[in-house]
DNA sequence: CATCGATGTTGAG
DNA sequence: TCAACCTCGATGG
C-alpha cells in the first residue's frame, strides 16, 4: 500500500478540487452501486486522512470511509490544481536520528518512475491512468483534447465527477458509507498519527503504548491500533534509522528510542507527503545517495535489500517472516 | 501468456 | 496461521 504520506496526500486533492463541489457518483464495476446512489448529487463538505484510511464529509451528515489495503488507488482527471503543500517535488530535510548523521539538503528529487509521485493517480505503485488537464495552476502534462468525463477504463469500483474533476477508486479494501458516530469510533480505534494529533500528546500515547507491551517493537510499529500509517516499508526503514533489533519487546525498549522512534515517523511522514516518495535515507556520500533515489529498488536502507551489503557495515541484510510480512534489517546495526 | 508478488486488513479455522 | 479480497506490474517461458 500506499503507507500513511498516500492517504494524506489524496486527501489533500480532495480538499483541494472536490470540497465544495457537487458530484455525480457512480460505481461503473457495480460492487458500489447502492452506495453510489446514495452519494450522487451531494456536494463534498469535507476530506480527512487518519493512518491510512481517508474519510470523506458529503452534506447530510453522510461519510464514506475508504482503505486502499494493499492495491487500492485513486486516479484524478480533469482540471486538478495542485495543493501546495504536495505541489514540490523537492524535499526539504534537516535533521539527526539514532545514526548520527545529519539529513540535510536532499537536493533534485528524481520522480518515481512508477509514478508513485503523479498527481494523478496515489496509491498502490502503478503508472497513473488519469490525465491532468493544463491550467495555469496545474502541473499536468495533459492537453486539452480528452474527452469529458473520462471514459471508464479497468474495474472503477467508485467514480466521483463534479463539473470539472473525476475521481476513479479501484482496488479499496474498504469502501462504505457511514455515520458520524461509525467515523468517530473507526478513528477512535486508531493509534496516534502525527499530521492528525498534537506532537506531544501523541508522542506520550505512543510511547506509554509501546513501553506496556511485550509485543516485539516490529510487530508494534506495523499495528494501526499503537501508530498510525506505518506499513512495511516505514516499518524496516524506522527500525533501521533507530538501529534497533525489530524482536526488541517494546517494553524493553528504552523509552527515549521510542520517542526517537515517534519523532522520525513525524518527520519522514511529511517529508513523503511532501514529496510523494517514502524518503528515508540521507547523506551518504552524494553519489550513493543520488544512485539510490535513481533506481526504484535500491532506494532504502533495508527493505527490500535480503542478501545485499548493508550501506554502513557492508553486513548481509536479512529478510525474514514476522506475522507473514516480510521483515528486512542488519543484523549488524541493529541491536 | 501464465504466474507471482506487493507499500494491507479481515475473518475463518 | 492462513486464505481471501482484488488489482496490475514484473518476471519467466
Not at 535513481?294 to 525474514?320: N, Q
Request: proline letters at 5%; charged letters at 25%.
Amino acid at each position: 500500500m500506499p503507507e500513511g504520506h498516500s492517504v494524506h496526500r489524496i486527501a489533500r486533492q480532495f480538499d483541494r478540487n472536490f470540497v465544495g463541489r457537487t458530484v455525480t457518483a457512480s460505481s461503473p464495476q457495480g460492487r458500489f452501486a447502492e452506495g453510489a446512489s446514495v452519494l450522487d448529487g451531494r456536494e463534498v463538505v469535507s476530506a480527512r486522512a487518519v493512518g491510512k484510511q481517508m474519510f470523506l464529509e458529503f452534506d447530510g451528515d453522510l461519510w464514506l470511509r475508504v482503505h486502499l489495503g494493499l492495491y487500492g488507488a485513486w486516479d484524478f482527471a480533469g482540471e486538478i490544481l495542485v495543493d501546495p503543500t504536495i505541489a514540490s517535488a523537492n524535499g526539504r530535510m534537516g535533521q539527526t536520528n539514532q545514526r548520527g548523521t545529519d539529513l540535510d539538503a536532499a537536493g533534485d528529487v528524481v520522480l518515481d518512475a512508477d509514478g508513485e509521485n503523479s498527481l494523478a493517480s496515489i496509491g498502490a505503485p502503478r503508472r497513473a491512468r488519469g490525465r491532468v488537464r493544463m491550467s495555469e495552476q496545474t502541473h499536468g502534462l495533459g492537453g486539452d483534447t480528452e474527452e469529458w468525463p473520462p471514459p471508464v477504463v479497468g474495474q472503477v469500483r467508485l467514480r466521483l465527477l463534479s463539473a470539472e474533476t473525476c475521481a476513479d477508486l479501484r482496488g479499496p479494501t474498504a469502501c462504505q458509507l457511514q455515520t458520524p458516530d461509525e467515523v468517530a469510533a473507526a478513528i477512535a480505534k486508531l493509534g496516534p498519527d502525527p499530521l492528525v494529533d498534537d506532537a506531544a500528546a501523541g508522542e506520550e500515547r505512543f510511547t506509554a503504548t509501546v513501553r506496556r507491551k511485550p509485543t516485539s517493537i516490529g510487530l508494534l510499529l506495523m499495528d494501526q491500533g499503537v501508530v498510525s500509517g506505518i506499513g512495511n516499508v516505514y516499518r524496516a526503514e524506522l527500525l533501521y534509522r533507530a538501529l534497533l533489533d525489530p524482536h526488541t519487546p517494546g517494553k524493553l525498549v528504552p523509552e527515549e528510542i521510542v520517542r526517537d522512534i515517534w519523532r522520525d515517523w513525524s518527520r519522514l511522514l511529511v517529508i513523503g507527503v511532501e514529496t510523494g516518495q517514502m524518503m528515508t535515507m540521507d547523506d551518504l556520500d552524494s553519489e550513493a545517495y543520488r544512485r539510490a533515489m535513481a533506481s526504484r529498488d535500491d532506494r532504502h536502507w533495508v527493505y527490500h535489500r535480503a542478501g545485499l551489503p548493508c550501506r554502513v557495515c557492508g553486513t548481509e541484510i536479512v529478510v525474514e517472516e514476522m506475522a507473514a510480512r516480510k521483515l528486512y534489517w542488519c543484523p549488524s546495526c541493529q541491536k
